[in-house]
């Protein structure tokens, strides 16, 4: 009799336990951005809509789960079947999710958000088309609103777009703007000065900065050395050097901040 008391009791303790990180888990999650699709978006991961089930799990064995799946009952008759629309991860482990990933109703993914430094707040956000990446939005001052785009095509990075200028509109405006190459390098600036949403200036960094051949190394000569004084024949004669004239004034351009992730 007394051992299945003490069987009850663990039992009893072991369910008081899995309901406290439930809680933990569900109820504390980051602040996202101020995007149209988010609130939209965020609404898969309610787990008491009709038709939704959800389940977590505890993948490092600390007693608090760290992974929450929503699943979305579609179908009819025979055809009946779970679909997963949102899956909420705990990446360190602090009881505070910090990935929001969602599926839409094929099990494709559409958005991703991210707390990248774990502050509470949603940093990054991913699109999707197809499977792929197709653009990341980020909030590089922690205000809540997305002041950088990054779009890519063909698995990579093509174009960075940037607010430098604050505005009180909670929507994007972007007035600076770079362009890479295959290999990840800059190759194109634009400014927009007067905030209108078109570039006032664009810049070349090819031509701003070209690159320049590295010099040979000499190479030593089999042949003596002549005497000093005796001329080369195979270097032409110096010519006069001309009288120096001031040279024109750059240009000089508005910092431009790093736009990398």
């Known amino acids: 009799m007394k051992r299945w008391a003490a069987i009850g009791a663990l039992v009893a303790l072991g369910c008081s336990s899995t309901t406290t990180s ?29 038709g939704r089930t959800s389940s977590e799990y505890d993948t490092n064995s600390d007693g608090v789960p760290d992974v929450r799946k929503v699943f979305q009952t579609v179908g009819e008759a025979a055809e009946v079947h779970s679909v997963l629309v949102c899956r909420e991860v705990d990446l360190n482990h602090d009881g505070s999710k910090d990935v929001f990933r969602f599926y839409n109703d094929e099990g494709r993914t559409l958005r991703e958000e991210e707390d990248r430094d774990f502050d509470g707040r949603i940093d990054v956000i991913t699109y999707f088309e197809g499977g792929d990446v197709v653009r990341r939005e980020f909030d590089t001052n922690a205000d809540g609103m997305v002041d950088m785009r990054l779009y890519f095509r063909d698995h990579r990075a093509f174009r960075a777009e940037r607010e430098l200028q604050a505005d009180s509109s909670p929507d994007f405006h972007a007035d600076y703007w770079e362009f890479f190459d295959t290999h990840g390098n800059v190759v194109r600036i634009g400014w927009d000065y007067d905030h209108d949403g078109r570039a006032d200036r664009w810049d070349r960094i090819d031509r701003l900065a070209p690159q320049r051949p590295q010099a040979s190394a000499q190479q030593p000569s089999s042949q003596p050395a002549p005497p000093p004084g005796t001329p080369d024949p195979a270097t032409p004669p110096a010519a006069p050097t001309p009288a120096p004239t001031a040279a024109p004034t750059p240009t000089t351009a508005p910092a431009t901040p790093s736009v990398s992730p």
């Open 22 to 50: 439930a809680r933990r888990l569900v109820l504390r999650s980051a602040t996202g951005m101020q995007t149209a699709t988010a609130r939209e978006d965020r609404s898969r991961c309610d787990a008491t809509r009709p």
